[in-house]
T-cell receptor, first 113, second 112 residues
Framework: DAGVTQSPTHLIKTRGQQVTLRCSPKSGHDTVSWYQQALGQGPQFIFQYYEEEERQRGNFPDRFSGHQFPNYSSELNVNALLLGDSALYLC????????????FGPGTRLTVL | LAKTTQPISMDSYEGQEVNITCSHNNIATNDYITWYQQFPSQGPRFIIQGYKTKVTNEVASLFIPADRKSSTLSLPRVSLSDTAVYYCLVGDSSSNTGKLIFGQGTTLQVKP
């Protein structure tokens, strides 16, 4: 049973560019959440998708957007990249009925130069 | 969502029992207490969750006093591989709000 997978593993972009990160949830899970983790900090919630709609959003600007597909996989898009967007981006999947137990992927390390 | 307070760091030695305490004075009636573990360059991993009294699984035990204003994660006989950051979270699993609120966590360093 595959867990949560994310791609790519690492990514280097320059300021002003756009990036798309991808996530496949654990088998049987219907909900995908995205988190941003800066070095030395705990993960910060970006948003969550269920039934292809954004259900909940954290304190992130509109430059951060996402999508969930019918197969429950998800994408995170970030436009107009800033140096401060450099972080580990984590995807987590869960069942909508038990969000406290989320399964995290290994993350995508984004570096903005 | 209730705020949590836990020590920034702890040191221990292999074979010892480690107890990490988390304070959550404003915990609500419907809130559960959940602990996650995170190794460097990996995503957090769910360890244990409880509502009251004691919960035990193959990895850890969670002790919750009657007033539920604090909780203690207990790791029996730690090894070097238990070196990680441990996060205490409090939230209402039934509300379907969807988001986990992580603090800075407790960095546990296990020494040989």
């Amino acid at each position: 049973d595959a867990g949560v997978t994310q791609s790519p593993t690492h990514l280097i972009k320059t300021r002003g560019q756009q990036v798309t990160l991808r996530c496949s949830p654990k088998s049987g899970h219907d909900t995908v959440s995205w988190y941003q983790q800066a070095l030395g900090q705990g993960p910060q919630f970006i948003f969550q998708y269920y039934e292809e709609e954004e259900r909940q959003r954290g304190n992130f600007p509109d430059r951060f957007s996402g999508h969930q597909f019918p197969n429950y996989s998800s994408e995170l898009n970030v436009n107009a990249l800033l140096l401060g967007d450099s972080a580990l981006y984590l995807c987590a999947s869960s069942l909508v009925s038990s969000y406290n137990e989320q399964f995290f992927g290994p993350g995508t390390r984004l570096t903005v130069l | 969502l209730a705020k949590t307070t836990q020590p920034i760091s702890m040191d221990s030695y292999e074979g010892q029992e480690v107890n990490i305490t988390c304070s959550h004075n404003n915990i609500a009636t419907n809130d559960y207490i959940t602990w996650y573990q995170q190794f460097p360059s990996q995503g957090p991993r769910f360890i244990i969750q409880g509502y009251k009294t004691k919960v035990t699984n193959e990895v850890a035990s969670l002790f919750i006093p009657a007033d539920r204003k604090s909780s203690t994660l207990s790791l029996p006989r730690v090894s070097l591989s238990d070196t990680a950051v441990y996060y205490c979270l409090v939230g209402d699993s039934s509300s379907n709000t969807g988001k986990l609120i992580f603090g800075q966590g407790t960095t546990l360093q296990v020494k040989p």
